[in-house]
């Protein structure tokens, strides 16, 4: 059982170049979120999903983009990467309801020159 | 915005002993939780306790909340190296549609 999988681990980008990470768990888990974490803060919440075909903005949406085409997988994009983007990048699931307990996955980290 | 702020910002005790780890929030919650975060990896949800109890116990932790206060204390009894990490609380909102998270205290616990 492999929970929640984020790919890729590592990764640099130029300012104004694009990605994609890609979260999938196996957990069969309606919600699914993405997180980012800023050394000496505590996890903000960029976008999430209740369910497949569904997302909603979070509380750092901006520069942002999701899609949960799959109810197993939930991506995040960056359409025009900027360095305030440079940080560590969660994503997590829980079976239902925003406030019980999300499992995690290991992170992505995101540094943008 | 409604968030947790844990307090001390970092702890370093000696193992066998007790680490006491608090966290203060705004406004109210259903419910409060803690998690673990090892270094280079994800958050593992350790405990949930609902507004309506005031303790609740897992193996070596002891979580309280005092909803007067608002505030929550974990414990962490006979403290061991691996306890080393960086523990959360997170809190919901009053609708219960949001988890905010709180800068959370970094253990040290040396062997």
């Known amino acids: 059982n492999a929970g929640v999988t984020q790919t890729p681990k590592f990764r640099v980008l130029k300012t104004g170049q694009s990605m994609t990470l890609l979260c999938a768990q196996d957990m069969n888990h309606e919600y699914m979120y993405w997180y980012r974490q800023d050394p000496g803060m505590g996890l903000r919440l960029i976008h999430y999903?209740?369910?497949?075909?569904?997302?909603a903005k979070g509380e750092v949406p901006d520069g942002y983009n999701v899609s949960r085409l799959k109810k197993q997988n939930f991506l995040l994009g960056l359409e025009s990467a900027a360095p305030s983007q440079t940080s560590v990048y969660f994503c997590?699931?829980?079976?239902?309801?925003?406030?019980?307990?999300?499992?995690f996955g290991d992170g992505t980290r995101l540094s943008i020159l | 915005s409604q968030q947790g702020e844990e307090d001390p910002q970092a702890l370093s005790i000696q193992e066998g002993e007790n680490a006491t780890m608090n966290c203060s929030y705004k406004?109210?919650?259903?419910?409060l939780q803690w998690y673990r975060q090892n270094s280079g990896r994800g958050l593992v949800h350790l405990i949930l306790i609902r507004s309506n109890e005031r303790e609740k116990h897992s193996g070596r932790l002891r979580v309280t909340l005092d909803t007067s206060k608002k505030s929550s204390s974990l414990l962490i009894t006979a403290s061991r190296a691996a306890d080393t990490a960086s523990y959360f609380c997170a809190t919901d909102n009053n609708a219960g549609n949001m988890l905010t998270f709180g800068g959370g205290t970094r253990l040290m616990v040396k062997p």
């Open positions: 406004t109210s919650i259903n419910n």
């Open positions: 997590a699931s829980s079976y239902l309801q925003i406030n019980q307990p999300q499992h």
């Open positions: 999903s209740v369910g497949e075909g569904t997302t």
